[in-house]
């Protein structure tokens, strides 16, 4: 599975996405596996056991919190992206 990261989030892991060989079933198991891989994206992801309220997690498309959170079971060819908040105007 490969997971798409944005912003700041690509120097953390080194570029545009992060290949998991055996991808987890659930969203939070793909996030344990990035915690583990890169501890760094803890304190810009998650908090309390939750995703960041600004931190967007897509799983095809639609943000987990309309799919049932960090438990959306994810099919083996799911698209998994990571944006984290973005400030501007």
Do not use: C
């Not at 501890?39 to 639609?62: F, I, S, T």
Request: glycine share 10%; hydrophobic share 40%.
């Amino acid at each position: 599975m490969e997971v798409r990261v944005y912003a700041t989030l690509r120097p953390i892991v080194g570029g545009r996405s992060v290949t998991i060989d055996a991808p987890p079933e659930t969203v939070q198991g793909v996030i344990d596996e990035l915690l583990r891989r890169f501890p760094d994206l803890e304190e810009r992801l998650v908090e309390k056991g939750a995703v960041r309220p600004y931190v967007a997690v897509m799983v095809n498309g639609r943000d987990i919190r309309h799919t049932g959170g960090l438990e959306t079971v994810l099919e083996p060819d799911a698209e998994l992206d990571i944006f984290p908040p973005v400030a501007g105007g």
